[in-house]
Structure formats: C-alpha cells, structure tokens
C-alpha cells in the first residue's frame, strides 16, 4: 500500500485567495510530480522534483509553484487562484530507479 | 513527439467477461515503460501494471495482462473475469527512460461492468 498523502481533500475557495496544496511520501522517495487533471481528462505533468531542493516545470504550463526542502514533502502553491485553477491536483513519488509511480487521493480544487 | 492514444472513450461489458482496452504509443526512443493505471470516481490512481520495452514476456499481474506489440506500438490492456468493482477510468501511460520519469498520459478509456 502506498503511503503518500494529499491534503485537503477538496477545497472551494474564491478567486484570488493565496492556496498551498500539501502532499507528503513516508516511502522516502526522491522523486515526486504534481499532476493536473480536467474531469474525465488525461493527467498534465505540471511540476516535478527528483530530490531536494531540485524542481522543474513538467509540459503543461502552470501558475503554480512548488518547493522541496525536505525529501518527504512537495507542497504546490497559488499565489492568487482563479476558476482556470479549478481542477483535480494528484501528486505522485517515485523511486530514483524504479518503475511505478505512486499517486495521492489527489485534490478537487473549486475557484468560485 | 512521444503520444499516447486511446480509441475508446466508453467500453461495456458484462461480468465474468473479459474485455480489451486498447492503447497505441509513439515515439522513437528505444528505452522506454508502458503502465496502466485504474482510476476509480473516487480519483485516486491505482497501478496495475507495467511493461518495459526491452521485457521479452507480456506482463501479467491477476486478472491484468498486457499485450505488447512492439512492432505495431501498441499495448492493450485485457482484464479476465471483470468484476462490478472494476467499472472505472483507465489510463495508459508512457514514460521515456532516457527522458526523465515523468509519464505521458492517454485520455482514458471508462469502462462499465454490468450484472
């Protein structure tokens, strides 16, 4: 069972409110993605991370930011949200060399 | 560019019949992983399995297998017996070894298993 963990869970919140969005692995994995996902669309890399300190931007072009300061935490923040935010958020971690890549329950995120 | 295409937005089937999904890949990368992913409408993402470009045996994992046809790049999902619970999206996915781990997603394929 994987052990990666997305909170909150769902979030409704009004346009241009500052938002993090938590996501947090006890697998110690050095790499971790955040995903964006359209209701019955495909997953968009948006951010990844192969390890501290170390982010990148993924294909889809986002507003968001992502910090890594520790290898079990991969926070994704909006400065000032608006309703092309709202989406589903899945984050993911992956081992250096491994093939899977676990995913969170995600995040269901409304800007009204 | 490296894409993934799945045909069938809505599959049906009946319980205890087995049903193929179907997912075609393109790039031009010799090394590369094949995944398929099961997401529930609770939308978390759920592994079923994988192939490598280079594993010489279709992947099996259960009721889950893969056939992989390298020749004609395609890597369909075939599920045994299905199951009420197994009424979900699935996803194909790709990810480029030379390239990074990040996956490359199809659109998804729903499908519906009825009594």
């Known amino acids: 069972e994987a052990d990666i963990y997305q909170t909150p869970r769902y979030l409704v919140i009004g346009t241009g409110k500052k938002i993090t969005l938590e996501c947090s692995q006890t697998?110690?994995?050095?790499?971790m993605y955040w995903y964006q996902q359209d209701p019955g669309m495909e997953l968009h890399l948006i951010h990844y991370s192969y390890g501290v300190n170390s982010t990148e931007k993924g294909d889809l072009s986002s507003e968001s930011t992502v910090s890594r300061i520790r290898t079990e935490h991969f926070p994704l923040t909006l400065e000032s949200a608006r309703p092309s935010h709202t989406s589903q958020y899945l984050c993911?971690?992956?081992?250096?060399?491994?093939?899977?890549?676990?995913f969170g329950p995600g995040t269901r995120l409304t800007v009204l | 560019a490296q894409k993934i295409t799945q045909t069938q937005p809505g599959m049906f089937v009946q319980e205890k019949e087995a049903v193929t999904l179907d997912c075609t890949y393109d790039?031009?990368?010799?090394?590369?992983?094949l995944f398929w992913y099961k997401q529930p409408s609770s939308g978390e993402m759920i592994f079923l399995i994988y192939q490598g470009s280079y594993d010489q045996q279709n992947a099996t994992e259960g009721r889950y297998s893969l056939n992989f046809q390298k020749a004609r790049k395609s890597a369909n999902l075939v599920i045994s017996a299905s199951q009420l619970g197994d009424s979900a999206m699935y996803f194909c996915?790709?990810?480029?070894?030379?390239?990074?781990?990040?996956?490359?997603f199809g659109k998804g394929t729903t499908l519906s298993v009825s009594s």
């Open positions: 790039t031009s990368d010799p090394s590369y992983g």
């Open positions: 993911a971690s992956s081992e250096l060399r491994g093939n899977e890549q676990f």
């Open positions: 996915a790709m990810r480029l070894n030379q390239a990074g781990t990040a996956l490359i």
């Open positions: 697998m110690g994995h050095d790499k």
